[in-house]
T-cell receptor, first 114, second 112 residues
Framework: GAVVSQHPSRVICKSGTSVKIECRSLDFQATTMFWYRQFPKQSLMLMATSNEGSKATYEQGVEKDKFLINHASLTLSTLTVTSAHPEDSSFYIC??????????FGSGTRLTVV | GENVEQHPSTLSVQEGDSAVIKCTYSDSASNYFPWYKQELGKRPQLIIDIRSNVGEKKDQRIAVTLNKTAKHFSLHITETQPEDSAVYFCAANKGYGQNFVFGPGTRLSVLP
């Protein structure tokens, strides 16, 4: 079946630094990648949608200059949290969509900013 | 835009009993409704899904029903087991290739 690999699974960074999260579709071409954020005991909230080769579309309230998304190929999308602050600490999950209705989630990245 | 509501927010059942979680959606264009199970600190895992051309789907102890007219769909788990304890999310998409809107989640606890 479809597999999406997300790295790193956990990252701790200092306030003010940047963190890059990778999401790879291993056995299918992901025409669309979605990035979600999940705070403790809350649901998944869509941050942005990216289509290969195009600029990402951000949801209202998500700062595009802070959360940089690159979807340069059909198998890789990256989310970079720039100048991270403690309030950015969260669980970040990607989801990749291929040629069917199927959506496959990555394993998630727990970001802790200290 | 799409709005997905989910009830109850928490649910406790005795092992062996059934559990039912209900969701409603607002966008009549939604045509795909997956259910995800998320254990603490892990990714959401798709457990069952249903498309708008079907009213019911079953996979062993798990079933989902869809009422398009009323815009609601439900997850049914029978013969619950402790390992069913998790947070369950329903979701609705906006059509092919569109993103999901997730419900707020239901924390299911199966008591031994």
């Amino acid at each position: 079946g479809a597999v999406v690999s997300q790295h790193p699974s956990r990252v701790i960074c200092k306030s003010g630094t940047s963190v890059k999260i990778e999401c790879r579709s291993l056995d299918f071409q992901a025409t669309t990648m979605f990035w979600y954020r999940q705070f403790p005991k809350q649901s998944l909230m869509l941050m942005a949608t990216s289509n290969e080769g195009s600029k990402a579309t951000y949801e209202q309230g998500v700062e595009k200059d802070k959360f940089l998304i690159n979807h340069a190929s059909l198998t890789l999308s990256t989310l970079t949290v720039t100048s991270a602050h403690p309030e950015d600490s969260s669980f970040y999950i990607c989801s990749a969509s291929g040629a069917d209705y199927g959506y496959t989630f990555g394993s998630g990245t727990r970001l802790t900013v200290v | 835009g799409e709005n997905v509501e989910q009830h109850p927010s928490t649910l406790s059942v005795q092992e062996g009993d059934s559990a039912v979680i209900k969701c409603t959606y607002s966008d009549s264009a939604s045509n795909y409704f997956p259910w995800y199970k998320q254990e603490l600190g892990k990714r959401p895992q798709l457990i069952i899904d249903i498309r708008s051309n079907v009213g019911e789907k079953k996979d062993q102890r798990i079933a989902v029903t869809l009422n398009k007219t009323a815009k609601h769909f439900s997850l049914h788990i029978t013969e619950t087991q402790p390992e069913d304890s998790a947070v369950y999310f329903c979701a609705a998409n906006k059509g092919y290739g569109q993103n999901f809107v997730f419900g707020p989640g239901t924390r299911l606890s199966v008591l031994p």
